[in-house]
């Protein structure tokens, strides 16, 4: 099966009441991790690539190895997304890549200047049949590049969505209702917390259309635990629960983003492999310690938490 754009998964996950998972891979072989997870759950599912993943694979590395996975092994359907490309340029550049997603993050920028950015990209990704995903009202904390200032971090105004969905014509849009990048979202003794009610007001506002949360990282107790367990120093990391995030799918979010449990997940494998067989030298036996890690993370996301499983055929 060829890559697909999110159009028709979103269309699907709406109408059906659950999301689809975007993970974020840092390497190929968490790539194929997470793409054999989605295949063991019959699910559709994104593979979101950072800029810098992009820079650390390569756009045509990443394309090829699909390719091959899409043609032998995979069968679900597969978009392959570019998560926050902070320029038009670089959506741009991947399109021609062949990627059939980015997402242009010009949040930081003020309204009209993020319209502006938005406008250039979805022109040049839909005349390539590529969809787009914008953000409106930053959503906080820090992730690899994406590191909001407190003056950015404010929730989305539902007063602003539909005129932004309609002068810029994207595909979905990226809201903040709560999350936060990063691992350590809350602080011990606060309550995490999603602001459903700034969500149910875009919904009005936007029926029908596709919304995505991105600093949805639960951090589960269980890889935190075997991190630290192995010889990690990962401090008290409180992330979104996954209660809130199966209300969310529920909703009109149609995506969510997964990258820090991703990475907790791959290290503690990574790492209880190093320790249990310390006599090993074989890259492989602690490589898929932690890939193991990875995939059993992701099917579990997308059969109790997404509730995309099962979902590849509809």
Known sequence: MPLVTTKEMFEKAYKGGYAIGAFNVDNIDLMK??????????SPVIIAISSGAL??????????????MLKTEITVPVALHLDHGKSVELCKQCVDFGFTSVMIDASAYDFEKN????KEVVEYAHAHGVVVESELGAIAGVEEDVNVDDKYANYTHPADVFEFVKRTNIDSLAIAIGTLHGAFKFKPGQKPQLRFDILEEIEKELPGFPLV??????????????????????????GIP?????????????????????????????????????????ARYVIVGGLNQVQELVEDKL?????????AND
């Open 242 to 282: 996954e209660p809130m995030l199966r209300d969310a799918a529920r909703h009109a979010v149609c995506k969510i983003n997964v990258g820090t449990d991703i990475r907790v997940a791959y290290v503690g494998g990574v790492r209880k492999a190093l320790v249990e067989k310390p006599e090993t030298f074989d």
């Open 213 to 238: 949360l991105h600093g949805a990282s639960s951090v589960p107790r269980k890889y935190l635990d075997i991190l630290n367990q192995y010889g990690g120093a990962m401090e008290e990391a409180i």
């Open 33 to 42: 991790a997470v793409l054999r997870a989605a295949e063991a759950k019959k």
């Open 115 to 118: 319209i502006e950015m938005t």
């Open 55 to 68: 820079q650390f694979m390569g756009g045509e590395i990443i394309r090829k190895t699909l390719d091959v």
């Open 303 to 311: 059969e109790n938490v997404f509730a995309s499983a099962g979902h």
